[in-house]
Each structure stands twice: as C-alpha cells, then as structure tokens.
C-alpha cells in the first residue's frame, strides 16, 4: 500500500493551480481569521476578507471532485463592540461563486478560558462550514456513529403502547417517532454538534486544531486511498491524520517555518504503512515535499 503527502511552500491562490481539476475527495482547514495571525499570514482585515478568499475558494471549487465536501473553520470577530459580518458575506458570495452551503456544524471548545466583556460572554464555539459542488456527495454516516449511552436502558426498559407504534407530532408537523426502533441499538448517528477541546500541547502553531477535528470530517466524507486537501497547512494536524488513516493528502502554507516543521513530522509515519521499510536519500531543500514507499504518480 502507498499512502503518499504532497506538502508545498507558496501562497494557496497560486499553488493550487498546480493541481488537476476534480482530483481532490475533501478539504479541511481553518484560514487565517481576519485582523488574526499578523506576524505569519499579515492579518486580512475584516472588510477586505472576502475579496482576498474568493480567488482561493474559486481554486478549490475547481479542483474539488463533484463527489467531494469543503468543511471551513472559521469564525467572526468583534468590531467596534459587534460582530462582523465577513463570515455572512463570504457564505454568500461562495454561494454565488457556485458553492452549494449544505450545512453547518459546530465546534463546542470543552476546555475555553472563562471570561467576560462588557458586552458579551467568551468565545466556547467555532463554525464549521460545509460547503458541496453537487448535491450528491459522498458521506458514510455509519463511520462517526456514537454509542447510545446509559439513557437507552432506562427508556427502553418498559415500553408504553405509543412507544411501539409511530407517535405522530401534536403539533401537526408531520413529524413523528416510534421508540421501539431504539430497542437493540448499541449506535445512534451524532448531531453537528462536535465537543472538543482545543489543542493544548505547543506545536508552535498560532491555532492549532486539534486532531479529532479533521479525522471526525476524514471518517465522514472520505475513504482509503482518498485525497484531502489543506490549503493552509499550519501545523500539519490535517496531513498527519490522514496518512495515519490511509488517506493521500496535500498541504500548502506560505510560512517557511511551518512548512520544515510539517515536513520534518511528515517523514517518520512510514510507520503507520504496511510495507517494509526504505531508505530514502534526505530531500534538497525544495518547495515541495513528498513522502512516498514508492514511485507514484503526480496529483498535479
């Protein structure tokens, strides 16, 4: 098995370029937010975002499979006491650039500060935006089923009349349940809500994720052999998980710094394959990185 990652020094609008249309099965990342990161990505002021995104998201849009999801951390910041509204507007105007806005899911952060400001409470979530080319799309819900908790074996245990026929809404929603179903279930599917906590270990990153976030999405929408897509690799969290989950991946930063860190990281997972191990001559100090057993053919 070849399991190959593709790692690029450049900026996403350009590099990207480099890649074949409809080659790529799922992107996950988390851009710079605006007027954040001055010292590594220059800071993208709040009402210049959308202007600066839209020739990236353009570039994904084409090299995105139609089978393929795009999941987009971001989230708003606070302007003059309210909340910007560049995440609104770059929705839209993703949505006019093509992009189908499927869903929204939401990362609760378990472990965020306490605090408070005059106006408003502390930040404990962060968007997670999906956005689709067609509206058939690859997902394989089974994979990111939860275990159905203690609450079942309470519930289920003595079953009233209605919970064993469809109880339709009183409401008249059309809506309707029947509990029995529930009876030898041990999995029930998630909500899009994801409870995580956030990075805390120092990985000399700015904003690092953490690494349940990208294999949560990795397990969802794709499956071995899969190409995902990080256009700005930080940290590297999303290329490392998904060559330890057997997925080829490509990441792309325009920090130098980032780029000899992911790489240094990316070469000892020739652990996670199932091939005998090589040796390998140290790669020159190029603009792009690759790490495979064996020759394999470019995505570009």
Known sequence: MEIKTDIYLGDSKDVLKKISDNTVDLIVTSPPYADQRNGTYGGIRHDKYVDWFLPISEQLLRVLKPTGTFILNIKEKVVDGERSTYVMELILAMRRQG?????????????????????????????????????KFHMYQDEVMVPTGE???????????????????????????????????DKAYPNNVLHLATECSN?????????????????????????????????????????????HSIGIDNVPEYYEMVKKQINPLELYLLEPKEKYEKPKPVRRHSLRLKQHSNFS
Do not use: C
């Open 99 to 135: 992009w189908l806005w499927t869903e929204e899911f939401i990362w609760h952060k378990k472990n965020s500060y306490p605090g408070k400001w005059p106006n408003r409470f502390r930040d404990a979530w962060e968007r997670l935006l999906q956005f689709n080319k067609d509206k």
């Open 151 to 185: 609450w079942s074996k309470s519930r289920l245990k003595n079953l009233s009349a209605t919970d064993k026929i469809r109880d339709n809404s009183k409401v008249g929603s059309g809506f309707g349940k029947n509990i029995s179903n529930w009876l030898y279930r």
């Open 203 to 247: 990985k000399n990153h700015s904003a690092a994720f953490p690494e349940e976030l990208p294999e949560w999405f990795i397990k969802l929408f794709t499956i071995e052999n899969d190409l995902v897509l990080d256009p700005f690799m930080g940290s590297g969290t999303t290329l490392l998980v998904a060559n330890r989950m057997k997925r």
